[in-house]
């Protein structure tokens, strides 16, 4: 998939595969119940590879939200690798 938000057993998975033209984009998905508003930039025109994920303003390590994280309206902005 191209936006890259894949549903795993662990949490969701943010990991897009985005044009380099693309300035970024955003969605809101259902997942488990929740629904979570996720904002994806691209500053560097990179096409793939999460430089950052912060789920409610909250710097995390990698690309997956955990489950302990979900709940309704929870906000995600991923900045792509530069």
């Not at 057993?9 to 380099?20: E, F, N």
């Not at 984009?25 to 994920?53: D, T």
């Not at 690309?63 to 900045?79: E, F």
């Amino acid at each position: 998939s191209i936006l890259g938000i894949i549903p795993e057993v662990d949490g969701l998975r943010i990991d897009p595969c985005i044009p380099r033209h693309w300035p970024g984009f955003e969605v809101e998905r259902v997942f488990r119940g929740k629904k979570l508003h996720i904002r994806v930039s691209n500053p560097a025109s990179s096409c793939r590879g999460v430089r950052e994920l912060r789920i409610d303003g909250k710097l995390i390590s990698g690309n997956l939200v955990p489950l302990s994280a979900l709940r309704d309206g929870l906000s995600i902005d991923v900045t792509l690798a530069s």
